[in-house]
């Protein structure tokens, strides 16, 4: 974001991190880079933010190693899983009662995914 230049007045900023439910985590830092017109770098003090914790969603297993089921998803609702890195593994549909049956691809390596429900995720652990 681009700053006000050469100032010697008191800015206010705001950023919006619009990945933060990619984290599924209930704490994220943050710290601030500059840099100045001359090229010189100074970073801000690291600064924690705690995130609520998605209230209403269950997830279970957890771990797992085939099937997970998601409950409290409003009906219709598009489920998704992704690994690490960010590629789609699995797409499921809550039924009419709010709940997405999980059926993980055989052969899925163990590790953290991530279940996204719209805005909202959660993590999933994938286990022997």
């Known amino acids: 974001m ?49 995130v609520p ?21 409003e009906p219709g609702t598009q489920v998704q899983v992704y690994d690490a890195l960010g590629r789609l593994v699995l797409a499921a549909t809550a039924d009419a009662a709010g709940t997405a049956a999980l059926r993980l691809p055989p052969g899925l390596a163990q590790g953290v995914y991530l279940v996204r429900v719209g805005s909202k995720a959660l993590r999933l652990s994938v286990a022997d």
């Open 2 to 50: 681009a700053g006000q230049g050469t100032s010697s007045q008191t800015h206010d900023y705001q950023w919006l991190d619009r990945s933060l439910a990619r984290y599924a985590a209930t704490l994220v830092y943050y710290r601030l880079r500059q840099v100045d017109q001359d090229g010189t770098v100074n970073y801000s003090p690291v600064r924690s933010v705690a």
């Open 53 to 73: 914790v998605v209230a209403g969603l269950a997830l279970f297993p957890n771990p797992t190693r085939a099937t997970a089921t998601l409950t409290g998803v």
